[in-house]
């Protein structure tokens, strides 16, 4: 910088070294870019011909090999969902003409119904380019054979070995294992999202609900590559090189076959839900909502008249109901909130109140559903016999803020994180809630009057019966809690290690033992000489339980006789129960949508799913209903 | 009256722009423009996304080119400690895409840190160098190198090789214009040569993979010299005039991977030949050389070196994406300036070409 002392000449000095430096730069540029275009020359001129032979000759094409997706076996390892092979026609269509003359000429050869070309129709829609797409699906073997012998009349069209999902038990626990079918738009975007697309590529199918959605990204596996020399009309001239592709990992579910087919048949007709739950694990040992559906409808694209079917139907068996349906759960709420008053201090277990069959509350007569009441009532005796009276005094006394917070502590109102996408929340009712659910100002304030109703499981409350059946476990299980969950260990296909999903505790809720045992004891009562001793009758294990009615249809006050109500209003029958109680192995919740009262047909399915788990009995014919005391 | 409202206002809108920049940059966006749709017409047409990329692009420059370089100077500290912070919390706390942390999840969205550092670190080295424009010794080179360094490292360390090579140039670029001793370039490329067996051990096993197959695709051809082999088949067949527009057969059978991003070189090449390559480099070369002459005329040190850094930014981005595709340089992810897809690359060379404009338009302003 010696320059800086002749003040005058320094800047141009300056400036004529940075021009320098400009010029430089600008030799730089040509000389890089000289380059590229003597690169070019070479490649487009000197070896334009060998080049040209390579792109119009031989192309080579990298194929992908679709992994076997993994197969999903119950606890006993009995197959729940499986592949098998099967030969497809299938037609490239960018390599035919004239698309329609082409499955007309097929059509002499082999059998294309209307359905198989509406379908082709609808996959050409959502296809990408050079995809071959199929028209016919399982060929036999004769007419594989058919349309060998006629193969050159129909250039584009080729018969190719696929594999397909196969669920062996059709309609059983469709809605736990689900189903897969055809890769649409909105998955799509979601295996570029997980930056799966590469691993994806060649693979036509992927899990849309239930297990087969949750883990598609374990049972999918990893796609192999072919590397295939192929001529100029698309045909493969000789194999470079494989890489083998690597099977998804099997799944090996908590779930119980047998006792799943039992708990299903045993709802009949009727349409409910039952969610088993092994309360030591979580692990979910039947998941019921019926009526359910086949599953292997979907998987080649559901035929549009069984959609219809399906989805028009008023039973909605697309729904699932022990996760997506939310009810309020009537009397199978009163142990909870028994459980809350011994916790928060409102209540001794030997503290007895007098009720006369109804209780005054702002003007409002609460009524119990026995006339002239239950006389004098203590804790066992509320939940054996299940007394309003006493839960309406116990809400009011409790307030909603105390009974919400006690509540959300046992999962209500929660997703309960169960490994099936799509779970619902329940309504778990309080103050805020409410401010959240309405818009206007007036809707938005809490009456203390809609506390009462709380108490009966009433009012706002709605559950999934996936977490009344936690929130039974939970109490089975002396306030450890658990996520419920159906995968019990995930198998790698490669080194056959085994990941166990671990049953972790959720959380400990810290309740007294003592409170715990008295709650148990009142249950015991109940399937001994409550609401539940009818259908409990004669067990050889003790069990514990809680009979419900939800009510689906206000009768503001007056009588409910079922029989003059329509069938749809028909009160919910709910029932909870675990067994052995001093060891409980197996928790759960049932519903029965309009069953009536929770004694009379929910009771008796919960009687059954204990007699086949505990004793290996199965049901000696239907269960009879008739008139028992109601709860 | 009225019209001497239009008249300014007509005036007011292209007082900032420089016509020859603006005339080659539209043309090569019109080339890009036909390439993008040829590349995907046939599956996912992105040509429409793609114009109005080309939009907002052209409309950040001309918001740019109003700014006056001195008020440009003052994004240089924010914008650089902004963009080396996110880095870092992509260093933290990133989302991990095929193997490289180079995300930053909002939570809505993902935002690339990297690129913001593009523009920044030529902005900071070249206000860094203004401030101390009197009394520039040889520690300024130092710091100014350091400052460099930092973002470098941490955009390398993600790994993503090619953004850091595009930062690395700029902030190179700016050291060169603001008078780097020749003995120090000269010693540092013989450093560089003689630590390049220590470089090569520190290197990535894809990205050593990238040099071996650059120097023989077939050891190979399933992954990264698929990429080779193809676009050479696609460019080699081309001839002199190319298959013509949407004919392309390496195309259209999908063989060219990234096809409307960083290889659609290949398609166009394909399709147009040596003449069309021919006409795009004299493109890249009108639009650099003149930038070199804005950059040989800005009337300060701080407008001199961004400009210079700009202009050779662009060679780079053409030179290095040209030359993978090519098949003489290793697969970096750099795209074809104007011609590859995407929204956030466009936006950022033309914020460039908009600095460019403001630099030779303000000129005047700032001499009297």
Same mark, same amino acid.
């Given at each position: 910088?010696?320059?800086?002392?002749?003040?005058?000449?320094?800047?141009?000095?300056?400036?004529?070294?940075?021009?320098?430096?400009?010029?430089?730069?600008?030799?730089?540029?040509?000389?890089?870019?000289?380059?590229?275009?003597?690169?070019?020359?070479?490649?487009?001129?000197?070896?334009?011909?060998?080049?040209?032979?390579?792109?119009?000759?031989?192309?080579?094409?990298?194929?992908?090999?679709?992994?076997?997706?993994?197969?999903?076996?119950?606890?006993?390892?009995?197959?729940?969902?499986?592949?098998?092979?099967?030969?497809?026609?299938?037609?490239?269509?960018?390599?035919?003409?004239?698309?329609?003359?082409?499955?007309?000429?097929?059509?002499?050869?082999?059998?294309?119904?209307?359905?198989?070309?509406?379908?082709?129709?609808?996959?050409?829609?959502?296809?990408?380019?050079?995809?071959?797409?199929?028209?016919?699906?399982?060929?036999?073997?004769?007419?594989?054979?058919?349309?060998?012998?006629?193969?050159?009349?129909?250039?584009?069209?080729?018969?190719?070995?696929?594999?397909?999902?196969?669920?062996?038990?059709?309609?059983?626990?469709?809605?736990?294992?689900?189903?897969?079918?055809?890769?649409?738009?909105?998955?799509?975007?979601?295996?570029?999202?997980?930056?799966?697309?590469?691993?994806?590529?060649?693979?036509?199918?992927?899990?849309?609900?239930?297990?087969?959605?949750?883990?598609?990204?374990?049972?999918?596996?990893?796609?192999?590559?072919?590397?295939?020399?192929?001529?100029?009309?698309?045909?493969?001239?000789?194999?470079?090189?494989?890489?083998?592709?690597?099977?998804?990992?099997?799944?090996?579910?908590?779930?119980?076959?047998?006792?799943?087919?039992?708990?299903?048949?045993?709802?009949?007709?009727?349409?409910? =839900? #039952?969610? &088993?739950? %092994?309360?030591?694990?979580?692990?979910?040992?039947?998941?019921? !909502?019926? +009526?359910? @559906?086949?599953?292997?409808?979907?998987?080649?694209?559901?035929?549009?008249?069984?959609?219809?079917?399906?989805?028009?139907?008023?039973?909605?068996?697309?729904?699932?109901?022990?996760?997506?349906?939310?009810?309020?759960?009537?009397?199978?709420?009163?142990?909870?909130? =028994? #459980?809350? &008053?011994? %916790?928060?201090?409102?209540?001794?277990?030997?503290?007895?109140? !007098?009720? +006369?069959? @109804?209780?005054?509350?702002?003007?409002?007569?609460?009524?119990?559903?026995?006339?002239?009441?239950?006389?004098?009532?203590?804790?066992?005796?509320?939940?054996?016999?299940?007394?309003?009276?006493?839960?309406?005094?116990?809400?009011?006394?409790?307030?909603?803020?105390?009974?919400?917070?006690?509540?959300?502590?046992?999962?209500?109102?929660?997703?309960?994180?169960?490994?099936?996408?799509?779970?619902?929340?329940?309504?778990?009712?309080?103050?805020?809630?409410?401010?959240?659910?309405?818009?206007?100002?007036?809707?938005?304030?809490?009456?203390?009057?809609?506390?009462?109703?709380?108490?009966?499981?009433?009012?706002?409350?709605?559950?999934?019966?996936?977490?009344?059946?936690?929130?039974?476990?939970?109490?089975?299980?002396?306030?450890?809690?658990?996520?419920?969950?159906?995968?019990?260990?995930?198998?790698?296909?490669?080194?056959?290690?085994?990941?166990?999903?671990?049953?972790?505790?959720?959380?400990?809720?810290?309740?007294?033992?003592?409170?715990?045992?008295?709650?148990?004891?009142?249950?015991?009562?109940?399937?001994?000489?409550?609401?539940?001793?009818?259908?409990?009758?004669?067990?050889?294990?003790?069990?514990?339980?809680?009979?419900?009615?939800?009510?689906?249809?206000?009768?503001?006050?007056?009588?409910?006789?079922?029989?003059?109500?329509?069938?749809?209003?028909?009160?919910?029958?709910?029932?909870?129960?675990?067994?052995?109680?001093?060891?409980?192995?197996?928790?759960?919740?049932?519903?029965?949508?309009?069953?009536?009262?929770?004694?009379?047909?929910?009771?008796?399915?919960?009687?059954?799913?204990?007699?086949?788990?505990?004793?290996?009995?199965?049901?000696?014919?239907?269960?009879?209903?008739?008139?028992?005391?109601?709860? | 009256?009225?019209?001497?409202?239009?008249?300014?206002?007509?005036?007011?809108?292209?007082?900032?722009?420089?016509?020859?920049?603006?005339?080659?940059?539209?043309?090569?966006?019109?080339?890009?423009?036909?390439?993008?749709?040829?590349?995907?017409?046939?599956?996912?047409?992105?040509?429409?996304?793609?114009?109005?990329?080309?939009?907002?692009?052209?409309?950040?420059?001309?918001?740019?080119?109003?700014?006056?370089?001195?008020?440009?100077?003052?994004?240089?500290?924010?914008?650089?400690?902004?963009?080396?912070?996110?880095?870092?919390?992509?260093?933290?706390?990133?989302?991990?895409?095929?193997?490289?942390?180079?995300?930053?999840?909002?939570?809505?969205?993902?935002?690339?840190?990297?690129?913001?550092?593009?523009?920044?670190?030529?902005?900071?080295?070249?206000?860094?160098?203004?401030?101390?424009?009197?009394?520039?010794?040889?520690?300024?080179?130092?710091?100014?190198?350091?400052?460099?360094?930092?973002?470098?490292?941490?955009?390398?360390?993600?790994?993503?090789?090619?953004?850091?090579?595009?930062?690395?140039?700029?902030?190179?670029?700016?050291?060169?214009?603001?008078?780097?001793?020749?003995?120090?370039?000269?010693?540092?490329?013989?450093?560089?040569?003689?630590?390049?067996?220590?470089?090569?051990?520190?290197?990535?096993?894809?990205?050593?993979?990238?040099?071996?197959?650059?120097?023989?695709?077939?050891?190979?051809?399933?992954?990264?010299?698929?990429?080779?082999?193809?676009?050479?088949?696609?460019?080699?067949?081309?001839?002199?005039?190319?298959?013509?527009?949407?004919?392309?057969?390496?195309?259209?059978?999908?063989?060219?991977?990234?096809?409307?991003?960083?290889?659609?070189?290949?398609?166009?090449?394909?399709?147009?030949?040596?003449?069309?390559?021919?006409?795009?480099?004299?493109?890249?070369?009108?639009?650099?050389?003149?930038?070199?002459?804005?950059?040989?005329?800005?009337?300060?040190?701080?407008?001199?070196?961004?400009?210079?850094?700009?202009?050779?930014?662009?060679?780079?981005?053409?030179?290095?994406?040209?030359?993978?595709?090519?098949?003489?340089?290793?697969?970096?992810?750099?795209?074809?300036?104007?011609?590859?897809?995407?929204?956030?690359?466009?936006?950022?060379?033309?914020?460039?070409?908009?600095?460019?404009?403001?630099?030779?338009?303000?000129?005047?302003?700032?001499?009297?």
């Amino acid at each position: 910088m010696r320059a800086r002392q002749s003040p005058l000449t320094a800047p141009d000095r300056e400036l004529d070294r940075f021009r320098f430096r400009v010029a430089s730069a600008g030799v730089a540029v040509l000389v890089a870019f000289a380059l590229l275009v003597a690169r070019f020359f070479h490649l487009q001129i000197v070896q334009h011909a060998y080049y040209t032979t390579r792109a119009e000759d031989n192309r080579i094409s990298l194929v992908p090999i679709v992994p076997n997706r993994g197969v999903i076996v119950d606890s006993k390892g009995v197959v729940l969902a499986r592949n098998y092979s099967a030969f497809t026609l299938e037609i490239t269509p960018s390599k035919v003409d004239d698309l329609d003359a082409t499955i007309d000429g097929l059509s002499r050869v082999i059998e294309v119904l209307p359905k198989d070309r509406k379908r082709f129709r609808r996959l050409l829609e959502e296809s990408k380019t050079f995809e071959s797409l199929p028209i016919r699906s399982r060929l036999t073997e004769e007419e594989v054979a058919r349309f060998a012998a006629n193969r050159y009349l129909f250039p584009g069209v080729e018969v190719k070995a696929r594999l397909f999902r196969q669920y062996p038990l059709g309609p059983i626990a469709s809605h736990a294992i689900g189903y897969i079918s055809r890769i649409n738009k909105r998955d799509m975007e979601i295996i570029e999202e997980s930056d799966q697309a590469a691993n994806y590529k060649g693979t036509d199918h992927i899990g849309k609900t239930g297990i087969e959605q949750k883990y598609e990204f374990q049972l999918h596996g990893e796609t192999g590559y072919e590397q295939v020399e192929i001529d100029a009309g698309g045909r493969a001239i000789r194999n470079l090189s494989r890489t083998a592709p690597v099977q998804g990992n099997n799944l090996t579910l908590t779930l119980d076959t047998k006792l799943q087919e039992m708990a299903e048949k045993a709802f009949g007709e009727r349409r409910g =839900a #039952l969610v &088993a739950i %092994e309360p030591s694990t979580g692990g979910i040992l039947a998941l019921v !909502s019926t +009526p359910t @559906f086949d599953p292997n409808l979907f998987i080649d694209g559901i035929r549009t008249d069984d959609w219809d079917l399906l989805n028009n139907s008023p039973d909605k068996p697309l729904l699932n109901r022990a996760l997506n349906g939310a009810y309020p759960p009537g009397s199978t709420f009163k142990p909870f909130m =028994a #459980l809350a &008053a011994l %916790e928060t201090g409102k209540r001794t277990p030997g503290q007895a109140i !007098s009720d +006369p069959g @109804f209780f005054n509350f702002g003007g409002h007569q609460f009524r119990d559903d026995k006339k002239g009441g239950h006389g004098s009532v203590d804790m066992y005796k509320s939940i054996v016999h299940s007394c309003d009276t006493y839960y309406y005094m116990l809400a009011n006394d409790m307030g909603i803020d105390s009974i919400a917070r006690f509540m959300r502590q046992l999962g209500f109102g929660q997703r309960t994180g169960v490994d099936i996408e799509g779970e619902s929340e329940g309504v778990l009712p309080s103050p805020e809630w409410k401010k959240r659910r309405f818009k206007r100002p007036e809707q938005q304030k809490w009456f203390a009057g809609e506390t009462i109703s709380i108490g009966i499981g009433q009012g706002y409350n709605a559950y999934t019966p996936i977490q009344l059946a936690q929130a039974t476990a939970v109490v089975a299980n002396n306030g450890i809690m658990f996520r419920p969950h159906l995968v019990k260990y995930i198998t790698d296909s490669r080194t056959g290690e085994k990941t166990m999903i671990e049953p972790e505790p959720l959380r400990i809720l810290p309740w007294k033992r003592q409170h715990v045992e008295v709650i148990k004891k009142a249950m015991i009562g109940v399937n001994t000489q409550g609401t539940g001793a009818r259908a409990f009758a004669g067990a050889a294990y003790v069990s514990a339980g809680k009979t419900g009615t939800a009510q689906v249809f206000s009768l503001k006050g007056a009588d409910y006789k079922s029989s003059r109500v329509k069938k749809e209003l028909r009160d919910h029958a709910l029932f909870i129960a675990f067994a052995p109680a001093d060891q409980p192995k197996i928790a759960l919740a049932v519903l029965v949508e309009n069953g009536g009262f929770g004694a009379q047909s929910a009771a008796p399915i919960a009687r059954m799913v204990f007699d086949y788990y505990l004793l290996g009995k199965l049901p000696k014919g239907a269960a009879a209903e008739d008139d028992v005391e109601d709860d | 009256m009225f019209q001497q409202f239009l008249q300014r206002l007509r005036l007011r809108l292209v007082e900032h722009l420089d016509g020859p920049l603006l005339l080659i940059m539209l043309a090569l966006m019109t080339v890009g423009l036909s390439t993008v749709y040829s590349a995907t017409y046939d599956a996912n047409n992105r040509a429409l996304a793609q114009a109005l990329n080309m939009a907002v692009g052209l409309c950040a420059m001309w918001a740019v080119a109003q700014f006056p370089p001195q008020k440009l100077m003052r994004f240089a500290v924010p914008l650089y400690v902004v963009g080396v912070v996110l880095l870092v919390l992509v260093f933290l706390f990133g989302v991990k895409v095929n193997g490289a942390r180079r995300w930053l999840s909002l939570g809505f969205t993902r935002i690339q840190p990297s690129e913001l550092l593009k523009l920044g670190v030529p902005l900071m080295l070249a206000w860094y160098f203004h401030k101390h424009e009197a009394v520039l010794k040889l520690r300024h080179y130092l710091v100014a190198g350091l400052l460099l360094l930092v973002p470098f490292a941490l955009i390398a360390k993600q790994p993503d090789l090619g953004t850091a090579i595009l930062v690395g140039a700029a902030g190179f670029y700016v050291l060169f214009f603001a008078g780097l001793p020749w003995q120090v370039i000269i010693g540092l490329a013989a450093t560089g040569a003689g630590a390049a067996p220590f470089v090569w051990t520190m290197l990535h096993d894809y990205q050593r993979k990238r040099i071996l197959t650059l120097i023989d695709p077939t050891s190979d051809p399933l992954g990264s010299g698929y990429h080779i082999i193809q676009s050479t088949i696609a460019i080699g067949s081309g001839g002199s005039f190319g298959k013509g527009w949407l004919a392309g057969t390496q195309t259209h059978l999908e063989f060219i991977p990234e096809r409307h991003t960083d290889f659609i070189f290949a398609v166009f090449s394909e399709e147009r030949g040596l003449l069309g390559n021919s006409v795009l480099v004299v493109l890249y070369l009108l639009l650099i050389g003149r930038g070199l002459m804005i950059t040989a005329n800005a009337s300060t040190l701080f407008a001199r070196v961004m400009a210079g850094s700009i202009t050779l930014s662009l060679f780079t981005y053409a030179f290095v994406n040209m030359g993978m595709v090519s098949g003489i340089l290793p697969v970096v992810g750099v795209p074809l300036p104007f011609m590859s897809y995407g929204g956030t690359a466009l936006v950022t060379l033309s914020i460039g070409i908009g600095i460019l404009m403001s630099i030779q338009t303000h000129r005047m302003l700032v001499r009297q």
